[in-house]
């Protein structure tokens, strides 16, 4: 196999994917089966960018098996916690918003929509292949650095991710909005650690640089997965959710804490 197929076999199973998800959430009536499937099937195909064999490519590198290691702790922790948190719950607010948009073309425009994650999700997976088939002799320390931002970005997440279950979990704090803990400094505490984890493969890929140009491919994945976080898929359609169904308490909240990178809250009044 040579890398252009590689690559080609991945758009394709990933395009698939995602067409079975757009399926499982019509059948199911629950959009986050979406996101869950998504988390799975990039982790696939990250496994199958970083071993899958490919033509003059030699033997497999110690490189190659931990950055398989990681795309799989990566994705099986995300997708199971996502899959927890559907099939416990109802539809997702950010899809239910936009099927309402599109009205009755919600059908097509969903499919359509997943497809572009689909395409999205193919340029991650050059990043993961850009780290993994690095070809520097042995492990460095670039390769140290990407595997220590890579797990304190799982790390991070799932505790972001618990601190908001716990919240939500309590009777007392119903209908309110969750600013403890991680929450007190950014308003998406999960999306920081989400796009920290893409800078851990553009790090393992930046290893020996001066004999692999090949590397800075892996710097559009934080590039790109801050773009569609920050402005795209991420922030804005949740937060116009929070605005819609907690309305000036969320205001105030936005007022108080970072929509991003992590700050001190703000005081009521501060110009900062």
Known sequence: ?????????????????????????????????????WSFALGAAGLAAALAPVAGAGPMTE????????????????????????HGGGDDPRYAHLRATWGAQARSQLFLFLQVQAASAVLLALSILAAARNPAPGLGPFDAAGTLILLAAILGEGLAD??????????????QVCDTGLWAWSRHPNYV????????????????????????????????????????SG??????????????????????????????????????
Do not use: C, K
Request: hydrophobic fraction near 55%; avoid cysteine; aromatic fraction near 12%.
């Open 1 to 37: 196999m040579t890398y252009p197929l590689l690559i080609l076999l991945l758009a394709l199973a990933l395009s698939l994917a995602m067409a079975a998800a757009w399926a499982v959430a019509l059948a199911s009536g629950r959009s986050g089966w979406i996101d869950s499937i």
């Open 63 to 86: 490189r190659q098996l931990l950055v398989a290691a990681l795309v799989a702790l990566w994705s099986l922790r995300l997708g199971l916690h996502i899959a927890r948190r559907t």
């Open 162 to 175: 618990r601190q908001l279950a716990r919240f939500r979990a309590d009777p007392a704090r119903r209908g």
């Open 193 to 232: 650690f989400q796009w920290l984890g893409w800078l851990g493969y553009a790090a393992i890929a930046l290893q020996g640089l001066a004999h692999y140009p090949y590397g800075l491919v892996a710097l559009s994945g934080p590039a790109f997965m801050y773009v569609l976080l920050v402005h795209v």
């Open 235 to 272: 922030i804005p359609p949740l937060e116009a959710h929070m605005l819609r169904a907690r309305g000036d308490a969320f205001r105030a909240y936005q007022a108080r804490v970072n929509a991003f990178f992590p700050g001190p809250p703000r005081q009521p009044g501060s110009s900062r």
